[in-house]
């Protein structure tokens, strides 16, 4: 249970008091967030849910249901995508992408990826039909979106960096963490809506693996902020199949 609890307070603004984690702690955390995250999918779908009754555009209300998830997580993970574009975009060695990921500023290429990331989930979230789908469909994708933090922590794939959050969690788990998550969500998309659910689930692994595989080879391993990207990326996949 101390890896749940260490997952609420990482992963939401929920004020769950945990101790210094130590480093097994910290890979139980990576495995919980998938769980995690279905309950703020959840909530961000009710949100979506709530405002359609209210007469609220579908766009609208996706817009504010992902306004409100990242406020939900304290944007880390929107945070980390921004990063992690910015890193991706700039030239030279991985110690200058680095650089310009720890920088803090959003750069073009983290406002253009920020507005084609989030506006994706927020259109497939205001056009996905108003009630419980709309509920099911934002836990779904929310949950194999952080299943993708264990995909980029797997064994083999060292700390871009000392210190912070990815030095903690690199290497943490083993390789089939992440596909046992993804399979699960497979399932569970297949029976909320039909071979569109594990298109979804599919197509947000691929894009996590190429993320990842990536990010390895440009920053000279994983970081926090590729954790965040691998996230939202999977969440919009996700999302946008069960959509379409």
Do not use: N
């Not at 030279?92 to 920088?103: F, I, N, S, T, Y």
């Not at 922590?153 to 083993?174: K, T």
């Amino acid at each position: 249970m101390k890896g749940l609890a260490l997952a609420l307070s990482w992963l939401s603004v929920l004020p769950v008091r945990t101790g210094e984690p130590t480093a097994q702690v910290a890979a139980g955390a990576l495995r919980w967030a998938p769980v995690v995250g279905a309950g703020l999918g959840a909530g961000a779908g009710l949100i979506v849910w709530g405002l359609a009754a209210l007469g609220v555009p579908g766009l609208v209300a996706g817009l504010l249901a992902v306004g409100l998830l990242a406020l939900g997580t304290r944007g880390m993970h929107v945070d980390g995508l921004a990063d992690t574009a910015d890193g991706l975009g700039c030239f030279g060695p991985p110690e200058r992408a680095l650089a310009v990921m720890k920088d803090g500023g959003a750069g073009p290429f983290a406002v253009v990826t920020l507005l084609v990331v989030l506006g994706v989930q927020a259109g497939a979230l205001g056009s996905y039909p108003a009630g419980w789908q709309v509920v099911a469909a934002a836990a779904l994708a929310a949950a194999t979106g952080r299943a993708g933090f264990c995909w980029v922590a797997r064994h083999g794939v060292p700390a871009a960096r000392p210190g912070g959050l990815g030095a903690l969690v690199a290497q943490s788990q083993p390789v089939w963490v992440a596909p046992a998550w993804w399979l699960l969500s497979a399932v569970a998309g297949y029976a909320l809506a039909g071979w569109r659910g594990p298109a979804g689930v599919g197509l947000a692994a691929v894009v996590v693996v190429g993320l990842s595989a990536h990010t390895a080879r440009r920053f000279g391993g994983m970081s926090g902020d590729v954790l965040g990207a691998a996230a939202e990326l999977g969440t919009a996949a996700v999302l946008l199949l069960l959509a379409t």
